[in-house]
T-cell receptor, first 116, second 118 residues
Framework: GESVGLHLPTLSVQEGDNSIINCAYSNSASDYFIWYKQESGKGPQFIIDIRSNMDKRQGQRVTVLLNKTVKHLSLQIAATQPGDSAVYFCAANNADRYNQGGKLIFGQGTELSVKP | DAGVIQSPRHEVTEMGQEVTLRCKPISGHNSLFWYRQTMMRGLELLIYFNNNVPIDDSGMPEDRFSAKMPNASFSTLKIQPSEPRDSAVYFC????????????????FGPGTRLTVL
């Protein structure tokens, strides 16, 4: 079945450095991808999304890159701050021939720790 | 906008008891999702509704779990009887999906209900 996986369960960076969190997906028909941030005791919070007709999208301090050839996406956080410490999830839509595209498949999450 | 509202935020119950979790989606959204999150299994989709109709319930663990959406602004997830292995955080999320073949869009999550079954 479809799967979404993250390359590293944990990532530790120095405050001010850039962070890169990677994710791979298996369903070549997926056409919508999204990154969520989850802080302790809270629900996942939308960060940024990208559709398959793009390979890059930028937000405030965040950039998502999509490589459809190798089915890989990444989240880049510029000038990482202590408030960025959280678990980050990538998700891909479970597209199939019936295009019931509402379903998202989530990866396991990468815990980002920012050292002051 | 108040966002997705879930209640209760915490629930502690004894094995065998019935548990009902509640969700109010964002006004105007027509798709609603129930997820379960545990350390071992991560975030799992249990069931989702589109226009109050259950579309995919393949993630519901077993017959002890049931979900309803009587109207566009309310959904329940019921566990009867509850077991210790049901202990988890249960999230509700909602989004706006246009038509049966509508494209995927951002799902907005509620704060979750932390369920502990003793």
């Amino acid at each position: 079945g479809e799967s979404v996986g993250l390359h590293l369960p944990t990532l530790s960076v120095q405050e001010g450095d850039n962070s890169i969190i990677n994710c791979a997906y298996s369903n070549s028909a997926s056409d919508y991808f999204i990154w969520y941030k989850q802080e302790s005791g809270k629900g996942p919070q939308f960060i940024i999304d990208i559709r398959s007709n793009m390979d890059k999208r930028q937000g405030q301090r965040v950039t998502v890159l999509l490589n459809k050839t190798v089915k890989h996406l990444s989240l880049q956080i510029a000038a990482t701050q202590p408030g960025d410490s959280a678990v980050y999830f990538c998700a891909a839509n479970n597209a199939d021939r019936y295009n019931q595209g509402g379903k998202l498949i989530f990866g396991q999450g990468t815990e980002l720790s920012v050292k002051p | 906008d108040a966002g997705v509202i879930q209640s209760p935020r915490h629930e502690v119950t004894e094995m065998g008891q019935e548990v009902t979790l509640r969700c109010k989606p964002i006004s105007g959204h027509n798709s609603l999702f129930w997820y379960r999150q545990t350390m071992m299994r991560g975030l799992e989709l249990l069931i989702y509704f589109n226009n109050n109709v259950p579309i995919d319930d393949s993630g519901m663990p077993e017959d002890r779990f049931s979900a309803k959406m009587p109207n566009a602004s309310f959904s329940t997830l019921k566990i009867q009887p509850s077991e210790p292995r049901d202990s988890a955080v249960y999230f509700c999320a909602s989004t706006m999906k246009i038509g049966d073949r509508g494209r995927s869009d951002t799902q907005y999550f509620g704060p979750g209900t932390r369920l502990t079954v003793l």
